[in-house]
């Protein structure tokens, strides 16, 4: 009998987005990706973007993706631990999943400790220097305001008007990020500074969509989670060590 002793993290599904096909393709893939970590997840942390919009009206929630939800249930009814981080998409996410499968909503950072090992975890949007402009457009959606005018909308308009938004994004286009130099990494500078008065083995995000590992301190290092439709990404954590794997990996 296995033991559940691992850790698994991932981000940026970005489920729904792209044509249907693509997206149930997708949905397929992470159910085969979450079957294969059932025996000895202890941890899953969901850090993000996993849907490319999610609204809870009060008594209605988006249409689709039963078979991914069902998954999570099947892993949670078996004890798997589920963390689920508000993304930049997702940042409407309320208490559904706490309720329907005893998930931990994670608004914004979480700091955990695991076989002496310190984490640092935030999907990563709105940190580090510079996008003022999106900083104060997080403040604005986060809002009890905006969500209640948007609770106003007809589910049919509401979701309609995000699904056609989310429709011209980068990640729905499949088109795959740029990589910078660190020095020009925003989450790169985030993590340094962060590290100047708390020390992290590991800081890990989602939200830049490229698989990243990158050695800040001698011992510390920052993971970038990457995304599920060019990249297959996330990261395992087995007691002693983490790693950034792939699944179904795809050359090229």
């Not at 400790?113 to 900083?135: I, T, V």
């Not at 948007?150 to 980068?170: D, K, T």
């Not at 890990?204 to 990243?212: D, S």
Request: glycine share 8%; proline share 2%; with cysteine.
């Amino acid at each position: 009998m296995s033991t559940r002793n691992k850790l698994y993290f991932a981000s940026d599904f970005h489920l729904g987005a792209g044509a249907l096909a693509n997206s149930r393709e997708r949905e397929d893939r992470i159910i085969r990706w979450l079957d294969s970590i059932k025996a000895d997840a202890a941890e899953l942390f969901l850090m993000g973007d996993v849907f490319d919009f999610w609204f809870e009206y009060k008594t209605v929630v988006p249409r689709g993706y039963i078979r991914f939800l069902g998954k999570l249930a099947q892993l949670t009814d078996a004890g798997v631990k589920l963390y689920f981080f508000k993304g930049n998409h997702d940042m409407w996410v309320f208490d559904y999943f706490e309720k329907e499968m005893g998930a931990t909503i994670i608004s914004n950072e979480l700091k955990i400790e695991r076989n002496g090992k310190k984490f640092f975890l935030h999907h990563g949007d709105g940190l580090g220097p510079g996008d003022n402009f999106y900083k104060l457009l997080k403040n604005f959606f986060r809002s009890g305001l905006c969500q209640w005018l948007f609770a106003r909308l007809h589910p049919n308009f509401g979701v309609g008007i995000a699904n056609y938004w989310s429709s011209h994004s980068r990640i729905a286009n499949s088109k795959k990020e740029n990589h910078k130099p660190h020095e020009q990494e925003w989450l790169v500078a985030f993590c340094k500074d962060e590290l100047k008065t708390n020390f992290y083995d590991y800081l890990i995000f989602g939200h830049r969509h490229l698989p990243l590992d990158i050695q800040i301190t001698p011992n510390s290092r920052y993971i970038n989670l990457g995304e599920w439709i060019n990249y297959n990404s996330y990261a395992v954590f087995d007691g002693e060590a983490l790693k950034l794997e792939y699944f179904e990996k795809v050359d090229g």
